[in-house]
């Protein structure tokens, strides 16, 4: 069984440009989360998404960040115009469905986004 | 507001020697409590889950305890491949939310 993948593992930006996350979950899982990590620092939740649904994006910075969890295919989060403030790891982690929260997370092994 | 705290930032052992990792968390109504081993350059690996003060759960060398207000991670004769950074998340009943704390940095020397 699969774990939970994500692409790039690596992803280099100019400042202004898009990174562009690819996230897809473990088989059946329909819950998926961001999180962003900068080093030294704990994991700061950015957004909750069940197919098809934001369901708390209370996380995520109001502009340039948007995520979405399509009926087909994997999360993808989306930042515009990056800057260097940006640069972080990014990781993905999904849930079975079923109760919310009940069920642990688990993890991708992260992106890793770079901005010069 | 919902907080969890791990102490101590950093820790380092002798190979064999026992210790105790800290998580203090104030939130408003537990859902659960997480613990996860971080290898650098990696995501998060699932460890385990407890959900009411009073419950133990153990794997290998490591074992998590529940209280109230905190929750402890026992490492036993350590080895040096136990050498990760030890997260601690909760969910509270207001959210759907992890807060996590910042870890604990495991080295265990040979």
């Known amino acids: 069984n699969a774990g939970v993948m994500q692409n790039p593992r690596h992803l280099v930006r100019r400042r202004g440009q898009e990174a562009r996350l690819r996230c897809s979950p473990m088989k059946g899982h329909s819950h998926v989360y961001w999180y962003r990590q900068l080093p030294e620092e704990g994991l700061k939740f950015m957004v909750y998404?069940?197919?098809?649904?934001?369901?708390?994006e209370s996380g995520m910075p109001k502009e340039r960040f948007s995520a979405e969890f399509p009926k087909e295919g994997p999360s993808i989060l989306r930042i515009q115009q990056v800057v260097r403030g940006d640069s972080a790891a990014y990781f993905c982690?999904?849930?079975?469905?079923?109760?919310?929260?009940?069920?642990?997370?688990?993890f991708g092994p992260g992106t890793r986004l770079t901005v010069l | 507001e919902d907080q969890v705290t791990q102490s101590p930032e950093a820790l380092r052992l002798q190979e064999g020697e026992s210790s105790s990792l800290n998580c203090s968390y104030t939130?408003?109504?537990?859902?659960?409590l997480f613990w996860y081993r971080q290898d650098p350059g990696k995501g998060p690996e699932f460890l385990f889950t407890?959900?009411?003060?009073?419950e133990e759960k153990e794997k290998e060398r490591l074992k998590a305890t529940l209280t109230k207000k905190e929750s402890f991670l026992h490492i036993t004769a350590p080895k040096p491949e136990d050498s990760a950074t030890y997260l601690c998340?909760?969910?509270?009943?207001?959210?759907?939310?992890?807060?996590w704390g910042a870890g604990t940095k495991l080295i265990i020397k040979p």
């Open positions: 407890l959900y009411s003060a009073g």
């Open positions: 939130v408003s109504g537990l859902r659960g």
């Open positions: 998340a909760v969910r509270a009943d207001s959210n759907y939310q992890l807060i």
């Open positions: 982690a999904s849930s079975p469905p079923g109760t919310v929260g009940k069920y642990e997370q688990f």
């Open positions: 998404l069940q197919k098809e649904n934001i369901i708390d």
